[in-house]
């Protein structure tokens, strides 16, 4: 049998993720210092752990509704208006910010249809993406990884259907400021886009006046992806929601019904015990490290555009390497794992180094990337 006549186009047209290429790295060196994966460094908060073992030990490991318990569904709705000032008409509760943009996508994707994309982007856009049959269309915002919002209305055709916006971003850490999403809004709604907002980082931002959501400048075509995987480092426990309308919702949760199923029962549970934690003192934590990292990389010679937020620096190989899989090579041959850009990226020109990781790791990463750049 030749399987490979038999295989999907669309498993053929994707490839697999860098990221986890490095994971899968990290498993055959002897303690490398890790700055590759995207994931929060402290564990899940105690009160969280808690919840969720009360949960399970009082038998909540069933099925739930489809589109998540109800008391889950309204704190996600609520803590959204308190934060942004205005309240979706519905939530859906899904297997992580992952699931909620695959199941956007499958729900408004036709063969054919054109999707918007930042260059860099999240790894997931381009492949969903394809996976579904459309096509991705990239808006460049090198190299001060902005968007320039009359270049992006350039690239919108009669096929265009789906604008993705992440802020603040991964790879980058940029954030979009208000003028850009009023912007983006505007030209969304005239042309007759949906916008997908990516909000995972929201909470790891680093301005004094963190930003509204998108949603708040177009609430009637604005689909927001949101989970705890990074604000309460549930990155295995695959919680997540899309906030939306209720007749996008309705569709959703008809496609969650035939995939997913439902999102894992006690982490819902869990997940009423994450609302109201104090996690200042976290983010200010990560602001240092943004700044120890900016700091030492541009004295060793690095051109650095310092992130928003988030916790990635997406740094510019040096010119004495051909592109960044080069770089990233000789960096694991020094112990170190980064991801080369060219996984969230049409060029292959820069770097992704994650900050999330404890104060040693960190210098002794740095001082790895300051002899690779000498």
């Known amino acids: 049998m030749d399987l490979q006549k038999l295989l999907a186009r669309r498993v053929t047209q994707i490839e697999a993720s860098g990221i986890r290429k490095i994971f899968d790295m990290a498993a055959t060196l002897k303690d490398p210092v890790d700055l590759s994966i995207g994931q929060p460094h402290f564990d899940v908060p105690e009160p969280v752990k808690e919840a969720a073992c009360q949960a399970i030990r009082a038998g909540f490991n069933r ?8 008391e889950l569904k309204a704190a996600v709705l609520s803590q959204f208006e308190r934060t942004h000032g205005t309240r979706p008409e519905d939530a859906l509760i899904t ?19 054109e999707v918007l994309l930042p260059d860099p982007f999240f790894v997931s856009y381009k492949h969903l993406t394809t996976m579904c049959g459309g096509t991705p269309v990239f808006y460049d ?18 096929r265009a259907k789906v604008l993705i916006v992440m802020s603040p971003g991964n790879p980058t850490g940029a954030c979009v400021d208000e003028a850009a999403k009023k912007a983006l809004a505007d030209v969304a709604r005239r042309r007759g886009l949906i916008v997908l907002s990516d909000e995972i980082y929201e909470l790891f931002t680093y301005a004094d006046r963190p930003g509204r959501s998108l949603f708040a400048y177009y609430p009637e075509g604005t689909v927001v992806m949101n989970g705890l995987s990074k604000t309460s480092a549930m990155t295995g426990w695959r919680l997540g929601w899309a906030l939306a309308s209720k007749e996008l919702v309705v569709q959703m949760t008809k496609l969650q019904q035939f995939t997913f199923v439902c999102a894992p029962s006690f982490a819902q549970k869990a997940a009423l015990a994450s609302f109201g934690l104090d996690l200042s003192n976290t983010i200010r934590g990560y602001q240092k490290k943004r700044d120890f990292m900016v700091s030492g990389l541009r004295d060793g010679g690095y051109q650095v555009v310092e992130p928003g937020g988030a916790f990635y620096i997406f740094v510019k190989v040096p010119p004495k390497y051909p592109n960044s899989q080069a770089f990233v090579e000789e960096a694991i041959r020094r112990n170190l794992l980064l991801v080369p850009g060219h996984a969230f990226s049409q060029r292959d020109t820069h770097c992704r180094i994650c900050y999330a990781a404890g104060d040693e790791r960190l210098a002794q990463g740095l001082a790895v990337l300051q002899g690779m750049a000498k």
């Open 95 to 113: 297997a992580g910010g992952s699931g909620a943009l695959t199941l956007s996508l499958l729900a408004l994707i036709n063969p054919g249809d």
């Open 63 to 70: 099925y739930t509704p489809s589109g998540g318990i109800p």
């Open 141 to 158: 915002t090198y190299p001060e990884f902005r968007i320039d919002v009359a270049a992006v209305e350039k690239l919108i055709t009669p």
